[in-house]
Each structure stands twice: as structure tokens, then as C-alpha cells.
């Protein structure tokens, strides 16, 4: 049962160039989302999260984007940096009051090559 | 910054042996969540836990597994009688209440390696 799929395994980017991941969602029930980002030996580390009623929201060098009609959303990193190298994991949550389950991806390794 | 901290951070134990992983959420957390991720797999929820009872468990979650808040400040993950695939890294998150994913998300420790032998 893969409510949410990460389809990209890994991917390799030039430094200074934009990092896109992508990821998809079944459950129409979900209403926040999160990107992880995660080094070995190390627990999940929060990067950015948007609200179902969004479509985008910006930190610094990170966006994500929310496409809901299409159960879509994407991190962009922009200009990408050696240290971004990292296992991106998408996760989503329904949240009922209090209790903030999430469903992770299976992951993206991104390398980011000098 | 405030940190989850896990320990130990490798335990080995033989098959069939009972196992306890222990995490200490920061300290104003209310929510906690124990999650899993066995080797190349995805990160998987087993469960929630808020005002000293469950709020909800996975299917992972069978009657092997057990959590506690034993003394107010530690939050404990019981397995009973491990088994081969029981192997897996165990990460504990707090949060500090509900609706919190907005803005921070919640917080992971850096996880507990299980190896089961």
C-alpha cells in the first residue's frame, strides 16, 4: 500500500544547478506535507512543509510545490550545494487533532556532484 | 536546539530475546511517535502516543510491541521476543502539540540499531 511513491531512486546534479524531487500521493485524505532530509546514521531531519490549502511555499533555497489535482508535489533547491548530498524523503499526514501520523516515500538519494 | 535522544545507538540481541530502546523527547513535547526503517526500506510509522496511552498504532504494531512513559521524561519501546526481521534502525520523534507539522514538523532522535541475531 504505497500512499506515498518517490518513482526517482536517485538523482545527480551539477553544483549551482536546481535539484528537482518529485513525489506522488494516493490519499486524498492527506493535508500537510513534509520533506525530510536525511544523512546516514542520523534520524530525519525537517526541511519544509505546505498545507493542502497551498500550492507553494518558499524557505530560503528550498520550495516546495503542491499540484493537489494532480496528487503531486516537488522540492526544488536552488542554487544546490555539496552539503545538500542527502536521502530526501517525502512524507504526508491526515491529521486528526493531535495525532500527526506520517507516511513517508521510499526516498531519493541526491548527489551532488562538484 | 533542543534534541530526541536515543539509547543505545547499535543494540544486538539473539532471536527471541526481549529488547528495550529508550528515547528522552524534548522536554515541553507532548506527542510521541516511535517510527522504523529497515535497511534500504521507507521510514514506517509503528506508533503514536499522547497523555500516557496510545493514539494510534500500525499493523506493525502487534502484541510484540510495547511503549511506556515510565517517569515523565523517558519514552520506551518494549519488543518481547525479537525476531530476524525486528532488524531495523528506530527512530523516536516528539512533537510539541498537535497541528505542528506547518511549521517545524516534529523532531527525530537519530535512531537506535537493532540487529537481530
Redesign the interface.
Known sequence: DQQVKQNSPSLSVQEGRISILNCDYTNSMFD?F?W?KKYP??????LI?I?SIKDKNEDGRFTVFLNKSAKHLSLHIVPSQPGDSAVY?C?A?A?N???????????TRLTIIP | EPEVTQTPSHQVTQMGQEVILRCVPISNHLYFYWYRQILGQKVEFLVSFYNNEISEKSEIFDDQFSVERPDGSNFTLKIRSTKLEDSAMYFCASSVLGQSLANYGYTFGSGTRLTVV
Open positions: 500537510y513534509l525530510y546514521a542520523e534520524g530525519p531531519t525537517f512543509s498545507s524523503f512524507a499526514s491529521t487533532f493531535g495525532n500527526e501520523k506520517l507516511t513517508f516515500g521510499t526516498g
